[in-house]
């Protein structure tokens, strides 16, 4: 099957201070020729200096998570339009993490995905199923579920990249087996083709769940893996560098 260019997302989470940003200035010499998208999400107070370190190259910065609206009484949120301004390309939304901490439902991710499109940024959205889901045998009908709650009718290739990252995977040095990637994407890329028609075939579908230099290679050439959300393994430029070298 030919492949998607794909698209290599760092996520820093709440990691990051001035001091990172020389792991910018490494990832931009390091992307150089890249036959990959690549993308680094920092913390939020790192965006607009990241993107000014980026400039020039093909490194996309972006955003961890937006509010729905675009300005407000909204203490502590920020709006899509506030990263767009500062540079960012994408945002992520509905990181299992947001779901988890903020119990945030996929109505709220949904009108997040929204806010994104509306600034003009590339909306990475995440879907996942938990352990106690996968023990269940539940994993195909909770994926089902979220991307059918979170997904915005409008969604495309252009502005959307789905990324399939299961919980129990994330941070913890365990990886979903090959042939359970490939399950979960086959099943959302046949979910989305029911929704989004021929369409849905360029939309990108990230992997995500400790992801790293060992296992990168093998992954990404799993079919309908089009990339990678990279969590531990994007806070250092060497390794999250060997992860873009695995992508096509
Ligand atoms: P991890 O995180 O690579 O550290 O498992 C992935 C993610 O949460 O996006």
């Known amino acids: 099957m030919a492949k998607l260019r794909q698209l290599v997302a760092g996520n820093w989470k709440m990691n990051g201070t001035a001091a990172s940003l020389a792991e910018i200035d490494a990832l931009k010499a390091g992307i150089a020729g890249a036959t990959a ?3 680094i999400c920092p913390p939020a107070t790192l965006i607009a200096q990241a993107a000014a370190r980026a400039a020039g190259s093909a490194l996309m910065i972006g955003g961890q998570d937006c509010h729905p609206k675009a300005n407000g009484a909204h203490t502590g949120d920020i709006a899509a339009e506030m990263i767009a301004d500062a540079g960012g390309k994408l945002v992520i939304v509905g990181h ?4 988890a ?22 909306v990475v959205l995440c879907i996942g199923e938990t352990e106690a889901e996968r023990k269940a045998g539940e994993t195909n009908a ?3 579920k979220q991307l059918a709650g979170s997904v915005p009718e409008g969604a495309t290739a252009a502005n959307t990249v789905i990324a399939y990252e299961p919980v129990w ?4 040095g365990l990886t979903a087996s090959n042939d359970d990637i490939a399950a979960a994407h086959a099943h959302i890329r046949a979910r989305l083709a029911e929704r989004f028609g021929d369409g849905a075939k360029a939309v990108r579908i990230l992997y995500g769940g400790s992801v790293k230099p060992s296992n990168a290679g093998e992954i990404l050439k799993l079919d309908d893996v089009d990339g990678a959300l990279v969590g531990g393994a994007s806070l250092k430029a060497a390794d999250f560098l060997a992860i873009v070298a695995a992508a096509k």
């Open 37 to 39: 998208d690549v993308a």
């Open 169 to 172: 995977a994330i941070g913890t």
């Open 101 to 122: 901490d903020h119990k945030e439902p996929n109505e709220l991710v949904r009108a997040k995905a929204e806010a994104g499109w509306r600034a003009g940024l590339l």
């Open 96 to 99: 299992s993490e947001r779901r």
């Open 142 to 144: 909770v994926l089902s």
